[in-house]
């Protein structure tokens, strides 16, 4: 039962290169989430999604990209990465964001620009 | 005006006492609101759900609700030193899962 698997865990990245932070569930979720979170911060939404082929943005989503082709993997792109988006990517899923249906969440991206 | 908002801490409770964690929020349409647990270097897990003004219990943890003053709050009763940890409140609407800045606890024995 793998639930929400991110790839990779660890990636340092020099100035300007870009990378795609890979995102898939296997538990048929419509909702799909990209959080970052920096040091002693909480989660901030960069891109959501409410089903496949449906994204929008969140409440930081310059800088980065996302597709939603499949049910199953949300994908977060960077291009021209720079130092301030040094953090710990989160990816996420639910049934739906109500009820008794929580987040899953992946073990995360530690991801340093140098 | 930020979206989600929580009392800055961090909040330090002695052993067996009672914390209590806050939270406001700006969307009046917002529909469900969640505590989250975070263990440092770890995935949030989540702790508390709640979606009508009032209480909720479960088990040492309390969730209120109150949508005119668009405020959430989770009480911890018995805190134990495992407690420790930062929790996060995230608010919901329309598929959009937003969080605050979370509030680090630490319960000293």
Known sequence: NAGVTQTPKFRILKIGQSMTLQCTQDMNHNYMYWYRQDPGMGLKLIYYSVGAGITDKGEVPN???????????????????????????????????????????????????? | QKEVEQNSGPLS????????????????????????????????????????????????FTAQLNKASQYVSLLIRDSQPSDSATYLCAVARTGKLTFGQGTILTVHP
């Open chain 2, 13 to 60: 409770v002695p052993e067996g006492a009672i914390a209590s964690l806050n939270c406001t929020y700006s969307d009046r349409g917002s529909q469900s609101f969640f505590w989250y647990r975070q263990y440092s270097g770890k995935s949030p897990e989540l702790i508390m759900s709640i979606y009508s003004n009032g209480d909720k219990e479960d088990g040492r």
């Open chain 1, 63 to 114: 800088g980065y990209n996302v597709s939603r082709s499949t049910t199953e993997d949300f994908p977060l792109r960077l291009e021209l990465a720079a130092p301030s988006q040094t953090s710990v990517y989160f990816c996420a899923s639910s049934y739906q964001p109500k009820g008794d249906s929580p987040l899953h969440f992946g073990n995360g991206t530690r991801l340093t620009v140098t």
